[in-house]
């Protein structure tokens, strides 16, 4: 499974950006699909995430002011974030998981990362 993640860039403390990540390859397997952030000198931390059903999680930084979607059909993942705050700032990581099965355990998969910049 492949990610590419887009959409990242410079906004205003306010202002709102949109981030899109597309899968390709072994898609069929992949049943959990998120994002997640990391910031210079942090760790890694989950923004949120989403089900094939729909069914979403958010970090509860994010809680009210980002919210996932995700199109089954085109193989799609977004995030789209309002009201942003320095502190969003990081790089943001398109996610997907392969549940586990009777061979082996839960597989991830990651994509390049896109930069999230919010000036104060």
């Known amino acids: 499974v492949q990610l590419q993640a887009s959409g990242g860039g410079l906004v205003q403390t306010g202002g709102s950006l949109r981030l899109s990540c597309v899968a390709s390859g072994s898609i069929f397997t992949i049943d959990l699909m998120g994002w997640y952030r990391q910031a210079p000198g942090m760790q890694r931390e989950l923004v949120a995430t989403?089900?094939?059903?729909?069914?979403?999680n958010y970090g509860d930084s994010v809680k009210g002011r980002f919210t996932i979607s995700r199109d089954n059909a085109k193989n799609m993942v977004y995030l789209q974030m309002n009201n942003l705050e320095p502190e969003d700032t990081a790089v943001y990581y398109c996610?997907?998981?392969?549940?586990?099965?009777?061979?082996?355990?839960?597989?991830?998969?990651w994509g390049q990362g896109t930069l999230v910049t919010v000036s104060s």
């Open positions: 989403i089900t094939t059903g729909g069914m979403s």
């Open positions: 996610n997907a998981k392969k549940p586990a099965t009777l061979n082996e355990g839960a597989v991830r998969y």
